[in-house]
């Protein structure tokens, strides 16, 4: 129900758009819609909710796909690119309690209550901050999460993105909003991609207005940061990035699973650069996966090394080190 609404949003956009165009939606299922028994982590598997998409946009059978940024690899397959990143709805996580619980907060539950959350990155950051909580896996689509949450009594809460939740119309089950301090959020949380084949252009136009200048910069530099250090779903990685003034900041932070051992760091770089008519071969550059025409490419530039060196500065410190025992520990 998510991945529809969240399509035909962009629909709608196109809509306005291009009047003219007529868009037909094409409802698919996915490996990672699939395998409910397991913990995405687990699965180990990059490409979970998109190879079948990508496979329809490769056969010609489909000519965009709509995703949740945050499920789209760094690196795409040959042949694709995300024509367009929508502005970014909240990015922050948020804390849905079991209706008994209605009107507490985390520090205020019980002790030994269990939370329910899928996500490593989340677990690892909470489980340091709120030690009498347990934290367990639960899985599904926001549809089944909350009615596993609602009609039994094994989850005092569970962690969501805010984003998601807005989008279903469901605000109102938002108990508490985890801000940066408490939670880092997931590299491109909150923003929607729109990936296309490479080569063509007139598809890539077309999508390319729906590109939010500032959202693109912000998942740029998240994307590269996540890119540098290796990150994936079976590791804990977060981020938090903030434009003000010209000026982009990035925190990042890469975390053991227990979040005993963690290493945080913030940097910033300006990317206040007019926006060229470049023509010629420069028109198609990729930037982590993203292709973001009317966007000034010295600005993408800047996000892009922003992330690398933010990624670089973790690694001198001994993020690899976590993070790969982070891996066998979840492998194990």
């Given at each position: 129900?998510?991945?529809?609404?969240?399509?035909?949003?962009?629909?709608?956009?196109?809509?306005?758009?291009?009047?003219?165009?007529?868009?037909?939606i094409?409802?698919?299922?996915?490996?990672?819609?699939?395998?409910?028994?397991?913990?995405?982590?687990?699965?180990?598997?990059?490409?979970?909710?998109?190879?079948?998409?990508?496979?329809?946009?490769?056969?010609?059978?489909?000519?965009?796909?709509?995703?949740?940024?945050?499920?789209?690899?760094?690196?795409?397959p040959?042949?694709?690119?995300?024509?367009?990143?929508?502005?970014?709805?909240?990015?922050?996580?948020?804390?849905?309690?079991?209706?008994?619980?209605?009107?507490?907060?985390?520090?205020?539950?019980?002790?030994?209550?269990?939370?329910g959350?899928?996500?490593?990155?989340?677990?690892?950051?909470?489980?340091?901050?709120?030690?009498?909580?347990?934290?367990?896996?639960?899985?599904?689509?926001?549809?089944?999460?909350?009615?596993?949450?609602?009609?039994?009594?094994?989850?005092?809460?569970?962690?969501?993105?805010?984003?998601?939740?807005?989008?279903?119309?469901?605000?109102?089950?938002?108990?508490?909003?985890?801000?940066?301090?408490?939670?880092?959020?997931a590299?491109?949380?909150?923003?929607?991609?729109?990936?296309?084949?490479?080569?063509?252009?007139?598809?890539?136009?077309?999508?390319?207005?729906?590109?939010?200048?500032?959202?693109?910069?912000?998942c740029?530099?998240?994307?590269?940061?996540?890119?540098?250090?290796?990150?994936?779903?079976?590791?804990?990685v977060?981020?938090?990035?903030?434009?003000?003034?010209?000026?982009?900041?990035?925190?990042?932070?890469?975390?053991?699973?227990?979040?005993?051992?963690?290493?945080?760091?913030t940097?910033?770089t300006?990317?206040?650069?007019?926006?060229?008519?470049?023509?010629?071969?420069?028109?198609?550059?990729?930037?982590?996966?993203i292709?973001a025409?009317?966007?000034?490419?010295?600005?993408?530039?800047?996000?892009?090394?922003?992330?690398?060196?933010?990624?670089s500065?973790?690694?001198?410190?001994?993020?690899?080190?976590?993070?790969?025992?982070?891996?066998?520990?979840?492998?194990?």
């Amino acid at each position: 129900q998510l991945a529809r609404i969240q399509t035909d949003s962009v629909v709608e956009r196109l809509h306005q758009l291009y009047p003219h165009l007529h868009f037909e939606i094409v409802a698919m299922s996915t490996t990672g819609d699939k395998i409910l028994d397991t913990a995405l982590s687990k699965i180990g598997e990059k490409s979970l909710f998109t190879k079948e998409l990508e496979n329809a946009l490769e056969r010609n059978e489909v000519d965009l796909v709509v995703h949740s940024l945050k499920d789209l690899p760094t690196s795409l397959p040959p042949g694709f690119t995300i024509g367009a990143v929508c502005k970014r709805e909240n990015p922050l996580d948020a804390v849905v309690f079991h209706p008994k619980n209605c009107g507490k907060t985390l520090s205020l539950l019980p002790e030994k209550s269990v939370i329910g959350t899928s996500s490593l990155r989340r677990a690892a950051q909470l489980k340091k901050k709120f030690p009498q909580l347990e934290f367990r896996d639960i899985r599904g689509n926001l549809n089944t999460r909350l009615k596993k949450l609602d009609e039994k009594e094994d989850f005092s809460a569970i962690i969501l993105a805010a984003a998601g939740l807005k989008r279903m119309g469901w605000e109102n089950r938002i108990g508490q909003l985890l801000s940066p301090e408490d939670c880092l959020y997931a590299v491109g949380q909150g923003a929607l991609a729109v990936e296309v084949r490479a080569k063509d252009q007139e598809i890539l136009n077309m999508v390319s207005a729906l590109h939010d200048a500032d959202t693109v910069l912000c998942c740029i530099a998240e994307r590269a940061f996540m890119k540098h250090l290796e990150g994936g779903c079976s590791v804990p990685v977060a981020v938090n990035t903030m434009l003000k003034d010209g000026q982009l900041y990035l925190t990042g932070a890469v975390y053991s699973l227990d979040g005993s051992d963690s290493l945080k760091e913030t940097m910033q770089t300006s990317v206040s650069y007019p926006q060229q008519n470049e023509d010629g071969p420069n028109d198609d550059v990729q930037h982590v996966g993203i292709t973001a025409k009317n966007v000034s490419g010295q600005a993408q530039e800047a996000a892009e090394n922003l992330g690398v060196e933010l990624a670089s500065l973790l690694l001198s410190k001994g993020a690899k080190h976590i993070l790969s025992v982070a891996r066998q520990l979840n492998d194990a």
